[in-house]
């Protein structure tokens, strides 16, 4: 019987194909299996991976194929396959025609009559093309031409032309990917053939130069053909060129996310996508006249002066603006921005839009400082502005924070205060508010806050849902070259971490540029993930203006110097076009020279110089008009019995039904409820009542840091786990009122910098909320150095920017090593900014809050739980903010004598920055033979010796719980009280550590230096505490002997 149906023939074919290719199991799924998105787009027509052919016969000319007997047809096949005699002579012509590629009605030759001579016909009947099944050879070639693209995709940019001077390579190296054919700027022939040589000779591809002409069918992997499924050859490899090897090298093929992959191949594959108006040219050319020409009015106004120049990347200006404008477009009405000084100035005029004159009077040497703060250099200063975007007018603020010389240090700080604007305005996806990071090639590689910032990106309680990071990329770090800065291709390898795509970029292609900054600006709208923009570029000048990098890079520079700029360039280039005339461009850079030139005419009428205009983070409504607290007292800290009943009562259980917690908790909420009911908390209630109070009264708290939601002493546990269901959690903190504020608790990644500068960002947004970072240990700190001693310390006196993060630093001496013991508190004491030698005017009204007014920051170690609970209160009642630095125990979280009733905490009460001696020594001061001043955890140790002596009547012992502002007013009524006394300081901490050298001057001060000021303490060392045990334990009896041995100072003048 002969097969009969049309279909026999799809069947066999369709089948054919994938014996052929084994193709179905190695590429990936369909665009419509994977990506609905890109199956819309991609042209209807069934692929295969033969070469492109044209039918024009009908399947009708086949007269067989009218049957239902596809299996048998089928199985045909099969046998053919293995032994090509087993078959009818016919079928065997047939199956080799259609093998070959014949066409339909042609591939089938009709058997031949029935006659004497028929055998000896059919056994001379030849195929039409003569050949043998060739599989193997299909299936490499459409395979080798899949892996040639893929390269592409992959290595590309390796060979692209990135560096607008031409000498050196983007990824610091000069050889071609082994498996890419052509090189970029020689797509001839000959080229073509030597490559296809060396990869053929090898046996990689095995093309061969009869090969460029063979048209092949596209995966769906790509989309340079357009709307057209099949491309010789010779044009797949020159739209691989176009898309990948000219001035945009893209990096994004370690993605590991089919759509976010096919999302960039269409973006950057489709043939003509990168297409400009006439008008968005001239936009560009405006754009790049005001970047040059702001640099060169500067220049020639003030050569001598440093003012770290864009020259060489001016092309940045307009990078920005159309980040900004496409963001905009997509709905983002907040932009903030972090940048190192290399063009800070520029994107001040330019992009944030600071008046010119403010700008200008910078450089006036004889501009007064303002009353307020140190202040800082104009390339460290930051902006505030909100305006109409012009391009999709609508409203947008833009703010760029104040940085310091660390380059990369603001990172963090711009993501923390991103994350809370996004926070406060509800916008929990990251469409509205967004952050815009700038960096420079060195220090994007060199610095590992880079990584550290990257990896909190995708964190729940650190995303800002996507930053766009542009690279200023000099190629060139002050005198260091790449070879020297980095051992990665590119500076911006580290962004692989994260999946970022990379988008490099000839900062010299102006139209390229801006096109990659729209997808950039598309891709963190559509993903809500971070993205790299690399401007490859140069640097004009040196480091600064007044540097001479001839020393250093002589090639470079020489290049340089013959460089063209890239206005220049661009306007040739739109003037040959037609899109612009020569007088147009001359009117255009005269328009702005005007400008520059009556800004600066008016900036000669500025004398002083206001800090508060450069402000980064205004808060409205907080301050008065001119910037000053509404008033300078603070009410009490205390709250009412039932506030701290209610708030116990939660703290010490379960808030929400079938949730089995873990039996040793249940025992610590058990002993929770005992102290609420005795009236009485300890660290870890006073902490809870204080946040419950404040959350209350509407102020949002955010608690960060290393397992904080425990507690690293297991004291804590703000977050209770179900036991029975996976990731099932509860926050009672979140269950205390009905509409109280939002309670953020959240465990951070194993990162002290990051983390930390996120937090002091996160506080910059609002002064209604209590912003805390605590360190694992206190000594952890110090890995996040960088922001205490660059923002948080100096930030108000640089910036005049108020900020209230509260540290959480755990300190003390419990024989536990050299670390994990001191939060070195002597540090913190030698940063703050009073004069130890001067004794302030007690007298003054409302002394203590002008005192907390004129610090830098406020250093308490609290020895009670209740004066914890006030002084976390106080930082939010006061009519201004500081940073608060508070040295937290470890023992006395569960010391017995560790507890503070609530009669302490009740309404009318307040911190006590000094708690004097109550006890028997009190009653009889004029017996008092030793006053001794502590601080912490040491009063314990103290009291506990005295009671042993049997003491209490000769020896008083006063606490001091604000170190700074020092309690001068306090501290003299103490001393007075003890006419007979000598003083003495003692602490747990070493002699060149700890508060003695910050507290004995100014207890100096204070008594006008009318008496010695004692120390009993461990002496200097190098460790802050030694790893023995027995050692600790005698280094403490030691210093508790010399504080309680009345004779001890006899011998000393």
């Avoid at 692209?160 to 054919?181: E, F, R």
């Amino acid at each position: 019987m002969s097969p009969r149906p049309e279909t026999v023939v799809r069947d066999i074919r369709t089948r054919m194909f994938h014996l052929r290719t084994c193709a179905a199991k190695l590429r990936p799924l369909t665009a419509s299996q994977t990506v609905k998105t890109f199956s819309q787009n991609r042209p209807a027509a069934a692929r295969t991976l033969g070469q492109i052919r044209c039918f024009t016969a009908p399947v009708a000319a086949e007269p067989f194929l009218s049957g239902t007997s596809s299996n048998y047809v089928e199985e045909m096949y099969y046998a053919w396959l293995e032994n090509p005699k087993s078959v009818h002579k016919s079928w065997d012509i047939f199956f080799r025609n259609t093998n070959a590629g014949a066409l339909p009605g042609t591939a089938y030759q009709s058997p031949l009559p029935l006659s004497p001579g028929s055998l000896s016909a059919v056994a001379r009947a030849q195929p039409l093309v003569d050949a043998q099944p060739n599989v193997d050879k299909l299936v490499e070639d459409h395979l080798a031409v899949q892996s040639l693209i893929r390269a592409y995709q992959i290595r590309g940019h390796h060979v692209a032309q990135l560096d607008p001077l031409g000498i050196l390579d983007a990824d610091l190296d000069s050889s071609v990917p082994a498996d890419i054919i052509s090189s970029t700027d020689k797509l001839d022939l000959a080229v073509f053939k030597e490559r296809l040589r060396m990869l053929t000779v090898g046996g990689f591809y095995g093309l061969d130069e009869s090969d460029l002409d063979k048209v092949f069918h596209l995966p769906t992997t790509t989309f340079i053909g357009g709307q057209e499924s099949a491309l010789p050859l010779r044009e797949i490899i020159r739209r691989l060129e176009m898309a990948y090897c000219r001035h945009i090298g893209v990096e994004f093929m370690f993605i590991n996310d089919l759509e976010q992959c096919q999302w960039i191949r269409q973006k950057f594959e489709t043939p003509g996508v990168m297409q400009f108006t006439s008008e968005e040219k001239r936009t560009l050319l405006a754009r790049l006249v005001r970047s040059t020409r702001f640099e060169d009015f500067l220049q020639r106004k003030w050569s001598s002066e440093k003012r770290f120049g864009l020259e060489g990347c001016e092309v940045l200006i307009p990078a920005l603006k159309t980040i900004i404008d496409k963001s905009s477009e997509n709905g983002v009405d907040y932009v903030i921005m972090g940048m190192p000084h290399r063009g800070r100035l520029n994107v001040l005029a330019n992009v944030i839009r600071k008046e010119l004159e403010q700008i200008f009077c910078q450089f006036d040497s004889k501009l007064e400082a303002a009353d307020e703060g140190s202040g800082d250099v104009k390339y460290h200063l930051g902006m505030y502005h909100r305006r109409i975007n012009r391009v999709t007018d609508r409203n947008i603020t833009l703010s760029l924070v104040a940085n310091p010389s660390h380059l990369e240090a603001a990172d963090p700080v711009v993501m923390g205060k991103t994350k809370a604007e996004q926070f406060y305005c509800g916008d929990t996806e990251g469409k509205k508010v967004m952050s815009i990071l700038l960096h420079g090639d060195a220090a994007f590689a060199g610095q590992g806050i880079v990584y550290e910032t990257f990896h909190l990106s995708d964190l729940p309680s650190y995303t800002t849902h996507g930053t766009v990071h542009v690279v200023v990329n000099n190629q060139i770090g002050f005198t260091t070259d790449p070879r020297m800065a980095r051992s990665s291709p590119y500076p911006t390898d580290v962004a692989r971490v994260v999946n970022a795509p990379i988008f490099h970029v000839n900062s010299d292609d102006p139209e390229a540029v801006m096109y990659v900054c729209k997808v950039a600006a598309e891709w963190r709208s559509t993903f809500h993930k971070d993205v790299v923009v690399d401007l490859v570029c140069y640097r004009r000048n040196g480091h600064n203006e007044m540097d001479e990098p001839m020393f250093t890079q002589p090639l470079m520079y020489k290049q340089i110097r013959k460089q063209k700029p890239v206005l220049q360039k661009y306007a040739e280039l739109l003037v040959s076009q037609g899109v612009v005339n020569q007088p147009e461009y001359e009117e255009e850079i005269s328009k702005y020279d005007k400008i520059c030139e009556e800004a600066f005419t008016r900036s000669k009428d500025e004398k002083i110089l206001h800090i508060k205009h450069w402000l980064d983070s205004p808060w409205p409504g907080f301050f008065t008009l001119d910037g000053q607290p509404r008033s300078m007292t603070c009410p009490s800290t205390g709250l009412t019995e039932d506030i701290l009943a209610h708030i116990g009562n939660v703290a010490s259980s379960v808030p929400v039904e079938n949730f089995t917690i873990h039996g040793g908790l249940s025992r610590i909420l058990k002993t929770r409820g005992e102290l609420v009911k005795n009236r009485t908390v300890d660290w870890a209630l006073a902490e809870y009542m204080a946040f419950g109070s404040l959350l209350k009264e509407g102020i949002h708290i955010r608690l960060s840091g290393q397992d904080v939601e425990r507690g690293t002493f297991s004291h804590r546990h703000h977050v209770l786990h179900d036991q029975n269901v996976d990731k099932k959690t509860c926050i009672p903190m979140n269950h205390l009122w009905p509409n109280q504020a939002p309670y953020t608790v959240c465990n951070s990644s194993l990162s002290e910098y990051g983390v930390l500068g996120f937090e002091l960002g996160f506080a910059m947004a609002s002064p209604n909320a209590l912003v805390l970072w605590e360190a694992q240990f206190g000594d952890f700190h110090n890995t996040a150095q960088c922001i205490i001693d660059q923002f948080i310390c100096p930030g108000q006196a640089k910036w005049v920017r108020q900020n209230g993060i509260v540290l959480l630093l755990p300190h003390g001496m419990e024989g536990m090593g050299p670390e994990h013991s001191s939060a070195r508190p002597e540090r913190f004491l030698q940063m703050c900014n009073d004069d130890p030698d001067v004794l302030p005017n007690l007298e003054e009204a409302n002394f203590d809050i002008n005192q907390l007014y004129d610090c830098n920051w406020v250093v308490v170690n609290c020895s009670t739980p209740g004066n914890f609970f006030h002084v976390l209160r106080r930082q939010i009642l006061l009519p201004f903010r500081k940073p608060l630095i508070i040295f937290t125990p470890k023992s006395l979280l569960r010391h017995p004598e560790a507890r503070t009733s609530f009669d302490e905490m009740l309404s009318g009460t307040h911190f006590q920055r000094v708690i004097p001696e109550d006890g028997l020594a009190a009653q009889n001061p004029e017996n008092v033979k030793r006053l001794l001043f502590c601080t912490g955890k040491v009063y314990y140790d103290l009291t506990r010796e005295r009671k042993a002596r049997g003491m209490a009547e000769q020896v008083a012992i006063t606490r001091i719980e604000q170190l700074s502002p020092f309690p001068f007013d306090l501290l003299l009524r103490e001393v007075q009280k003890y006419p007979n006394a000598e003083l003495g300081w003692c602490q747990e901490e070493h002699k060149n550590q700890g508060y003695y050298d910050y507290v004995k001057p100014r207890l100096r001060t204070t008594i006008n230096r009318a008496k010695p000021v004692w120390y009993a303490g461990r002496d200097p060392a190098a460790a802050p505490a030694t790893g023995n045990k027995k050692t600790h334990l005698t280094e403490l009896q030691r210093l508790l002997d010399t504080a309680f041995d009345l004779d001890a100072f006899k011998n000393f003048s």
